[in-house]
Each structure stands twice: as structure tokens, then as C-alpha cells.
């Protein structure tokens, strides 16, 4: 299970229709239902990996022991076995950063994960996107942010915790998500 951070499981901030991550771990704020969704998903046997981009430490606008406190946080706090980040900007053009797949592909090969198994939640098309590309089932909270919307989600959800439920139960009434 790959989830990307802000606007999956954290509150994102919204400022002229786009997205931004909270400023401090103060204003860090779980969605409803997270921990709940979490908890099942782990419960099915599923690791759930966080997949975030914080190119905001790049370009100066936070700092890294912020983004890593407020991991050290959703760590403590909820059913998460891993969490890989991104600090790049898009003009570092990395194989790590959404819309590539490079945190699945590593995140796969160390945990060894089946990625045709498996399965990406986000809400943006760069979260959307990457899915795709690592082979995933995809998930895509809309929130009609003001941007770039994804061009092939599988699913469109309003949560983590409906896309969960969509994913236990076809895991339950198959033994296996087809």
C-alpha cells in the first residue's frame, strides 16, 4: 500500500485551488478516518509505504528536521512501516521525485513487494502518475484541486479510508485484489 503524505493522510492547506503541506508539526493534522484505514490495511496484511515529494526543503521554503520530525510523528502515531521522501525540485529531475515511480521501485525491492499487487493513493496526478508507472492499482482523492488533473486513475475516491474499504473487500471476497 503506497500513500502519498499531504492530502492522503495529513490535511493539506489550500490556496488559490493548490495544495500545500502543513508549515510546522503544530499544524500537522490527521484526516478523518486515516488511522482507521490504516489499521485495517495492516490488519489485511498489507505494509503501508508513504511515498511523499518535499521540494520545499530544496527551495529553501522548510527545513529538513521539520519534514522529519513530522515523520518521526506519523510514525509514532499510525500503522506506517515506511516513508520515503523526495526533497528535489522538478529542475533536479531525479528518478525519485512523482511523477516517476523511483521511491516505489525502491521502496518494492527492499520490502519485497509484488507492485502488480499492490496499490498507490494520492491527490495529485504526479502521485496518480507514478502509481501507474511502478504497475499499481491507483486511487485519486479529488479534491478539484486547480491543476493538472490525473489522465488514467483506476479509481476515484473522497478518502484513504473509502479507497481501504474498496480494497478489503474485494480482498476478502477474492483472497486476492483482482
Not at 500500500?1 to 489550500?14: A, E, K, P, Q, Y
Not at 520490502?111 to 494520492?122: K, N, P, W
Request: with cysteine.
Amino acid at each position: 500500500m503506497f500513500l502519498d503524505r499531504d492530502g492522503v493522510i495529513n490535511r493539506s492547506t489550500t490556496r488559490g485551488g493548490k495544495p500545500y503541506p502543513p508549515a510546522s508539526l503544530e499544524e500537522l493534522s490527521i484526516l478523518p478516518g486515516v488511522e482507521q484505514a490504516l489499521n485495517s490495511l495492516r490488519a489485511a496484511g498489507l505494509l503501508n509505504i508513504v511515498v511523499t515529494n518535499q521540494p520545499d526543503v530544496a527551495s529553501g521554503a522548510q527545513r529538513r528536521e521539520v519534514v522529519e520530525a513530522m515523520h518521526a510523528e506519523l510514525r509514532r502515531t499510525l500503522s506506517i512501516d515506511d516513508i520515503r521522501v523526495c526533497y528535489h525540485t522538478e529542475a533536479a529531475d531525479c528518478a525519485c521525485r512523482k511523477p516517476r515511480p523511483g521511491m516505489l521501485l525502491d521502496a518494492a525491492r527492499e520490502h519485497a513487494i509484488d507492485l502488480d499487487d499492490s496499490f498507490m493513493v494520492g491527490d495529485r496526478w504526479r502521485d496518480i502518475d507514478a502509481g501507474r508507472a511502478a504497475g499499481c492499482t491507483t486511487f485519486f482523492i479529488d479534491y478539484k484541486y486547480a491543476e493538472q488533473r490525473p489522465h488514467a486513475q483506476d479509481y476515484t475516491v473522497r478518502s484513504l479510508l473509502e479507497a481501504s474499504s474498496i480494497i478489503l473487500s474485494r480482498i476478502s471476497k477474492k483472497g486476492a485484489f483482482t
